[in-house]
């Protein structure tokens, strides 16, 4: 609150403040109110403004966080590292490229970095094209590829963004709209500077990934580096041994209002420390082999399955890969080994003829999709091809492994239907097998019994045949008995005793015989 100047109406929140930071309260209070200057060897104390006062407690704050974020890294790194000829894997997360509604200072400063990392990866990308087309001995004429350097000198060469915010920041009497209407007057005339007709308090950038509209409230008064000596010195006299350790090695800023052979040192601002800290990370790059890895989000509700064309090709522009895939297609975007490349499309030899060389025989197989080597051209291990030409080589190669995959699909049905041919027929043969051996045994059995009743039938036909027979023998005997008897009788006259005695005796004797017989 103001009473004076500003004063702390949480007492309570002081104190617990001041314990966390092994602090006194009373001389944290003193140096978030009031501002401590030396001049001529004498310390001055000035009251702040309740803006003011909030302004050094935030970058008290963000102070606090970025040693705390540095410990923190520094404990990690020390953990990993490895020997003296300890190799490592650094790992950079780049904030994307930022197009709000309303964009302030921090999108300035995101994008400026973003535009400073996309110059890197075009260079870097375009390089190793060149460097790939070197070692092969390819024949290439320079590719046109978008160049954002007009953009990066507008914003941090002699007389551009971060000089006159720099400047207008260490003027005491400089506004924001003082600083837009120099923005106006020095680069109006700049390709990539958009000055709008409507709004007065914003200006435009034409960035590689559009245009963006800047909001110039607040510029100024972020750009300035609240965090003064005094409070530095402050919590370097924590009693805390980790608060002391934090701030041990952090260098002075310079001693505001300090006067050294009658001129002002300089304090350094957020958008010079932000430029710096920029440019040792390009200097470090540079020393490195980098490889980029996009993420592209394919919905901004993270929901499944759903793809939003407007999200990702955005995504596309704005991390540069739009670039990447022009500056790519200027050139020969598809390589291949030898190799490879015959592995792909020997099948198209089938009928060029060829030298046995494996250049010899790419080269055949090229010549025939494109005699004019506008699109394709040999390096020493590797094929250079346009997209173009190989989407008609891959159309070939797909129909002739189409036609291939006929002729084998007919074999293979061939040889299926045979089996199954071979399969039914010895089944039919097994059927008809047992059914004739039944067909057979059934005949059989029928002729075997029809046999049997002939052979009953006649074996009766003859037994009879027999019986009637015998049975007319022996009617004819006994009439022939009977005939001898009537012509005995005739010639004896009746006879005496003694003969028909006898003829008795005969009688029963032949009576005997018949019997047994």
Not at 355 to 363: E, F, I, P, Q, V
């Amino acid at each position: 609150m103001t009473a004076g100047g500003a004063q702390i109406t949480t007492k309570a929140v002081l104190s617990d403040v001041a314990d966390m930071l092994g602090l006194d309260s009373f001389q944290l209070s003193e140096v978030l109110t009031q501002r401590s200057m030396i001049l001529r060897g004498e310390e001055i104390l000035s009251p702040l403004t309740v803006e003011q006062a909030t302004d050094s407690r935030d970058s008290l704050a963000m102070a606090l966080y970025a040693q705390c974020f540095s410990w923190l890294l520094g404990k990690i790194n020390a953990r990993i590292r490895g020997k003296e000829n300890f190799k490592s894997v650094g790992i950079l997360d780049i904030f994307g490229f930022e197009n709000f509604q309303v964009n302030r200072f921090e999108q300035f400063n995101i994008n400026y970095a973003n535009e400073k990392l996309q110059e890197y990866f075009n260079k870097h990308i375009f390089s190793l094209e060149q460097l790939e087309y070197n070692r092969e001995g390819i024949n290439w004429e320079a590719i046109d590829w978008m160049d954002n350097a007009e953009c990066l000198d507008l914003i941090e060469k002699k007389l551009g963004f971060l000089a006159l915010i720099n400047e207008e920041s260490r003027f005491p009497k400089g506004t924001d709209f003082t600083l837009l209407e120099k923005l106006h007057n020095q680069h109006t005339n700049n390709p990539h500077y958009v000055k709008p007709r409507v709004t007065e308090n914003q200006f435009g950038i034409k960035h590689y990934a559009g245009e963006v509209t800047y909001d110039v409230k607040g510029f100024l008064e972020k750009n300035r580096d609240t965090f003064r000596d005094d409070i530095l010195n402050m919590l370097r006299d924590s009693r805390l041994d980790f608060i002391y350790d934090l701030f041990e090695k952090v260098s002075s800023r310079s001693g505001e209002g300090t006067l050294k052979m009658g001129t002002q040192k300089k304090k350094p601002t957020v958008s010079s420390q932000f430029r710096e800290s920029l440019h040792s990370l390009m200097a470090m790059l540079s020393t490195s082999n980098p490889f980029f890895i996009r993420c592209i989000k394919p919905n901004t509700e993270k929901l499944p399955s759903k793809f939003s064309p407007d999200v990702v090709l955005n995504q596309l522009r704005y991390s540069g890969m739009l670039e990447t895939v022009k500056i790519r297609r200027a050139g020969y975007p598809v390589r291949r080994q030898y190799q490879d490349f015959m592995a792909r499309y020997k099948m198209l030899l089938s009928n060029i003829k060829g030298t046995d060389d494996m250049k010899g025989r790419c080269a055949a197989v090229l010549q025939t999709f494109d005699a004019s080597k506008k699109d394709w051209q040999l390096g020493k291990t590797k094929v250079f091809l346009k997209e173009g030409l190989e989407q008609r080589l891959e159309k070939s190669r797909e129909l002739e492994l189409k036609r291939a995959a006929l002729v084998i699909r007919a074999h293979i049905q061939g040889y299926i239907a045979r089996k199954y041919y071979k399969v039914i027929r010895l089944s039919i043969i097994t059927i008809q097998k047992n059914y004739r051996a039944h067909y057979w045994r059934a005949t059989f059995v029928r002729l075997r019994h029809s046999a049997l009743q002939f052979q009953k039938h006649w074996r009766g036909r003859t037994a009879r045949h027999l019986y009637r027979q015998m049975l007319e023998e022996e009617r004819k005997r006994r009439e022939e008995e009977e005939r001898k008897r009537k012509e005995e009788r005739k010639r004896g006259g009746g006879g005496s005793w003694r003969s028909r005695g006898n003829w008795r005796k005969r009688g029963r004797d032949e009576k005997r015989k018949r019997g047994g017989r």
